[in-house]
């Protein structure tokens, strides 16, 4: 399975911030969109990190200024990608190795998508979903 799959699934809308936002804009963002990370965008729309809920809890164990922080404090760095056409073991295998629960997807250069590990068990769950009705079926024809 390629991760244009899931994409086909899931869809291709990405919300984004800057590096120079509060970390309290950025919270404000997750919230309203009901997600767990931000990728971060330069002023090309260039991936150039990503703010997740686990940084953010982080950060706020460091500070009393937590919300004023701007969030190229927190994101993690460097960001690791996917592209649409990588296998899905190998991006699972990147994000366990890299521990990273959400990666943005790059396709020409251009930023189309996110996956995150919950979208990975999903696209696997469903495959073999699948397998299992296929072999239900083959079973029951005979």
Known sequence: MKIQTIL???????????????????IGLMIQHNIGALIVVDEADKPV??????????????TDQFF???VREV??????????????????????????????????????????????VKARLDEYQGAVETLETQIVGE
């Open 68 to 70: 004023e922080q701007p």
């Open 75 to 120: 994101m993690r760095t460097p960001v690791i990608v996917a592209s649409p056409q990588d296998d899905l073991e190998s991006v699972m295998q990147t994000m366990t190795v890299k521990r990273n629960r959400h990666i943005p997807v790059i396709d020409q250069g251009q930023l189309i998508g996110i996956v995150s590990v919950g979208d990975m």
């Open 8 to 26: 086909a699934t899931k869809g291709t809308r990405v919300i984004t911030a800057q590096a120079g936002q509060t970390l309290r804009e950025a």
């Open 49 to 62: 990190g990503v703010l997740s809920e686990r940084s953010i809890l982080l950060a706020a164990a460091r």
